[in-house]
């Protein structure tokens, strides 16, 4: 898919390194942290509590009930304060979530009419949900980087993550090796690939029977193309451009393209049970993450 902008003098297709740079994530993630924690924030509670059970993650400290075994007693921790303590681990369900977030090149882009890039939203949307996961119990990894886990640190271990990874910031595709029956996935992207290699990336996903959401990311000139006269049209992944005469009467042929290509992905979506929700860049973040969590709420049957 094409990003456009009227022609200008002596202007010409950027290059390469102008959009590695848009997409060096590096310097930014702090400031990204910074915002998903904000944005968690103020969704929090939506997806149910943090309770005990089953797990080896190591949750809290409480006293003994009557009744109990002294089997379940941490007598160091007792012995420190002479009353009887339980150390209770996480409940940890035989399912995962998995995020997977689109850090290929067409991400880098933003308009004048945006609040932030696209690849900025992905990761604030991304690193949220996570938070917000896990603080209703749930286990949350990144699809090639990281293992599911319930740490209360989920953030630093995705963003660190992200940020060391080298091989995986080119594929606008998620890992086609399907998923276990009881996971979940979320997938973060503008889908600006072609439409049924994407398709058929989430029937693998869901080959054993993997639930998921799928987060489309768009920029709001991506959907309005609110140009005329000459224009000039550049792939960003590709590198190849193309000239257009008349930019308002291609416009019209161009949202056709775009909600026929739509209407592909969000069918894939329908036949396998999945969810498709659109979040526009001139949009709070918090409104996409708030319908991911309330989806994936309303799937588990969670209060």
């Known amino acids: 898919m094409l990003r456009t902008r009227v022609l200008g003098p002596a202007e010409r297709l950027p290059s390469r390194p102008v959009v590695e740079s848009s997409l060096d994530l590096a310097a930014r993630l702090p400031r990204l942290v910074l915002e998903a924690r904000r944005v968690s924030a103020s969704v929090h509670g939506i997806h149910g509590r943090r309770r005990s059970g089953p797990g080896e993650t190591f949750w809290q400290y409480r006293p003994l009930v009557t009744g109990e075994s002294a089997a379940r007693i941490d007598w160091r921790r007792s012995a420190r304060d002479g009353h009887l303590f339980v150390r209770e ?118 080959s054993a029977g993997a ?30 451009s193309l000239r257009v005469g008349d930019a308002a009467a291609w416009g019209e042929d161009y949202r056709n393209r775009l909600a026929a290509h739509r209407e592909t992905i969000r069918a894939a979506c329908r036949q396998l049970g999945w969810t498709l929700t659109l979040h526009r860049t001139d949009r709070p973040a918090s409104e996409g993450v708030l319908r991911v969590a309330s989806l994936i709420t309303a799937a588990r049957g969670h209060g």
């Not at 980087?145 to 992200?162: D, F, K, M």
């Open 89 to 206: 681990r996480e409940w940890e369900a035989s399912h995962a979530i998995w995020l997977w977030i689109d850090r290929s090149a067409s991400m880098g882009f933003s308009s004048s009419l945006a609040q932030a890039s696209k690849i900025d939203r992905a990761l604030v949307a991304g690193l949220s949900l996570a938070e917000t996961l896990v603080e209703g119990g749930e286990r949350v990894g990144h699809l090639g980087l990281t293992r599911p886990v319930a740490s209360r640190r989920i953030i630093e271990l995705l963003a660190q993550a992200i940020a060391a990874d080298r091989a995986g910031g080119e594929a606008d595709l998620p890992p086609a090796a399907p998923l276990p029956r009881l996971a979940e996935a979320i997938l973060i992207t503008d889908g600006l690939t072609p439409a049924d290699g994407l398709a058929r990336r989430i029937a693998a996903m869901a």
């Open 211 to 240: 639930r998921g959401h799928v987060l489309l990311i768009a920029d709001p000139i991506e959907e309005t193309f609110p140009f005329s006269g000459q224009a000039e049209l550049f792939d960003l992944e590709d590198g190849v």
